[in-house]
């Protein structure tokens, strides 16, 4: 069956550093990959999306990478902030299917 | 322009009682998708309506979960005879369809508590 894992449950970094999260999946082949933020007691909010055939996108301070031999893909906040402190989601998904979200990962940003 | 919506925020029952939860999606988003989240876990998939018609109700765990969307807008999730496990975040989304990786504009979510 398919399974996606992200990173330990929690990630703390110092402020100004360069987070890193991961999202490795298996028995999936997803034809896209979608990074979404949620913060305590509210709905995920989008990021970033990027398909099979692109490696690399970003956006501000953003960078998001998908190597699907791996079956990984790398989310990437760089001059973190304490207002990035949230839990980010993968979710890996087909055309015409729905999402499969991963477990996420809480990442606290410490001044 | 609004968002997702979603009443009550938060609601409290007592095991074996009937529960709706209400949703209203973006306004021209015709794919709306029903998840629901555990504490420390992602979204789990139930339901994904396209248009008025549940297109994929896989994710249901069982005939106790039923949800309805009569006019292809506002979608209704109804549990029966609820079950203490039913306590967690439902969550709603919609987007505006599922044929390109479009991105799900999720509402604030109901936390149910079965006690």
């Known amino acids: 069956s398919q399974k996606i894992e992200q990173n330990s449950e929690a990630l703390n970094i110092q402020e100004g550093k360069t987070a890193t999260l991961t999202c490795n999946y298996t028995n999936y082949s997803p034809a896209y990959l979608q990074w979404y933020r949620q913060d305590p007691g509210r709905g995920p909010v989008f990021l970033l999306l990027i398909r099979e055939n692109e490696k690399e996108k970003r956006k501000e301070r953003l960078k998001v990478t998908f190597d699907t031999t791996l079956k990984q893909s790398l989310f990437h906040i760089t001059a973190s902030q304490p207002a990035d402190s949230a839990t980010y989601l993968c979710a890996l998904g087909n055309y015409g299917q729905n999402f499969v979200f991963g477990p996420g990962t809480r990442l606290s940003v410490l001044p | 322009g609004a968002g997702v919506s979603q009443t009550p925020s938060n609601k409290v029952t007592e095991k074996g009682k009937y529960v709706e939860l209400r949703c209203d999606p973006i306004?021209?988003?015709?794919?709306l998708y029903w998840y629901r989240q555990s504490l420390g876990q992602g979204p789990e998939f139930l339901i994904y309506f396209q248009g008025t018609g549940a297109a994929d109700d896989s994710g249901l765990p069982n005939d106790r979960f039923f949800a309805v969307r009569p006019e292809g807008s506002v979608s209704t999730l109804k549990i029966q005879r609820t079950e203490r496990g039913d306590s967690a975040m439902y969550l709603c989304a919609s987007s505006p369809g599922r044929d390109a990786p479009y991105e799900q504009y999720f509402g604030p979510g109901t936390r149910l508590t079965v006690t």
């Open positions: 306004s021209g988003h015709t794919a």
